[in-house]
């Protein structure tokens, strides 16, 4: 089955570029999309399409796309960003088929 | 604005079958896919299937077909899914949704399925 990754955990100190990779072999033909969803709450979009950021996500978020890999990077990290960070695909080899990377625990120290 | 509404919590035994309701509002029922996800304790998200709501057609997870049901009800604006034949492996926070070509924008505030004996 189609697999998307990421790294477990990314620490990092407030105002630092936080960046968080997701792989996937089908990433150069299917749109990535990032989920941020801090504890006991639903997940919000914050980046869909690879790079567009949808209204009320702050500019320090944005979304690139190279090869097999996205990235999501957070500028100038703030306390509020500590959250777990979801990039989210889809398998469109058959009927379509969804798929979330493993996710990543980002804390700001 | 733009919600989904999801039923409370449930507290399932193995074997038994579970159903839980998404009621939408705020935009056209019938112009966006429903997802629906889920997250075990201390997990991921692991995504289940969608239906649409505009011709009733619907997908589920490779893993999950036969034991995962989408159904919705144009009329109250409303998706539903059944999951059955649930063992402890099934207890999470399940997820409905919306879902486009942007992504899932909105999504509902879970709800929490626990199954034990």
């Known amino acids: 089955s189609y697999e998307l990754t990421q790294p477990p955990s990314v620490s990092l100190s407030p105002g630092q570029t936080a960046r968080i990779t997701c792989s996937g072999d089908?990433?150069?033909?299917?749109?990535a999309y990032w989920y941020q969803q801090k504890p006991g709450q639903a997940p919000v979009l914050v980046i869909y399409k690879d790079t567009e950021r949808p209204s009320g996500i702050p500019e320090r978020f944005s979304g690139s796309s190279s090869g097999t890999t996205v990235t999501l990077t957070i500028s100038g990290v703030q306390a509020e960003d500590e959250a777990d960070y979801y990039c989210?695909?889809?398998?469109?080899?058959?009927?379509?088929?969804?798929?979330f990377g493993g996710g990543t625990k980002l804390t700001v120290l | 604005q733009v919600q989904l509404m999801q039923s409370g919590a449930e507290v399932k035994k193995p074997g038994a079958s579970v159903k839980v309701s998404c009621k939408a509002s705020g935009y056209t029922f019938t112009d966006f896919h429903i997802h629906w996800v889920r997250q075990a304790p201390g997990q991921g998200l692991e995504w289940l299937g969608w239906?649409?709501?505009?011709?009733?057609?619907?997908t589920s997870a490779k893993r999950f077909q036969g034991r995962v049901t989408l159904t919705r009800d144009t009329s109250i604006s409303t998706a539903y899914m059944d999951v059955s034949r649930l063992t402890s492996d099934d207890t999470a926070v399940y997820f409905c949704?919306?879902?486009?070509?942007?992504?899932?924008?909105?999504w509902g505030q879970g709800t929490l399925v626990t199954v034990s004996s």
């Open positions: 989210q695909s889809a398998d469109i080899s058959g009927t379509y088929q969804g798929v």
């Open positions: 239906i649409s709501p505009a011709s009733d057609g619907t």
């Open positions: 089908a990433l150069p033909k299917q749109y």
């Open positions: 949704a919306r879902g486009g070509e942007n992504g899932f924008d909105f």
